[in-house]
């Protein structure tokens, strides 16, 4: 796609006509009109200036389809970030409670009550760990 296509295409989708871009540009719209047009050979401050009337970037102008991949990679790594922290909080929370469960458990060895047979007691049928398999497997999906 040229520039001057992308122009024309940002500027449609934002519902914007020519005469308001010349306003906004302090240009005639007939000005603008072929300022449009020239797509290709327009300075950098004209499609700075362009860009700024748009309200979009030079980047979105000059490479729309790697400024697209751009916007959506920012999106999958926001999306993993969070994710991220879902999962680490709530690990540390097990964490937590496991310990505190530990803790208390120390008390009962001398009953026979090791650490594994807290723990299948605590989780016996491994329900807790299916389910952060599980919850980690979605979010694999997610991607």
Do not use: C, H
Not at 26 to 32: C, L, W
Not at 95 to 110: N, P, R, S
Request: net charge positive; no cysteine.
């Amino acid at each position: 796609m040229d520039i001057a296509k992308t122009i024309r295409a940002i500027r449609e989708k934002k519902g914007i006509k020519q005469v308001e871009m010349a306003e906004r540009l302090n240009m005639e719209r007939s000005n603008y009109s072929r300022l449009e047009k020239r797509g290709n050979d327009l300075s950098i401050n004209q499609v700075i200036e362009i860009a700024k009337a748009l309200e979009t970037t030079p980047f979105d102008i000059l490479f729309p389809i790697e400024a697209k991949n751009y916007r959506r990679s920012v999106s999958r790594i926001t999306k993993l970030e969070e994710q991220n922290d879902y999962m680490l909080n709530n690990q540390r929370k097990i964490e937590a409670f496991m310990t505190l469960v530990m803790e208390l458990g120390k008390g009962f060895e001398g009953f026979g009550i090791t650490k594994e047979v807290f723990q299948k007691q605590l989780d016996p049928d491994g329900k807790l760990e299916q389910w952060a398999k599980e919850k980690i497997t979605s979010f694999d999906k997610d991607l």
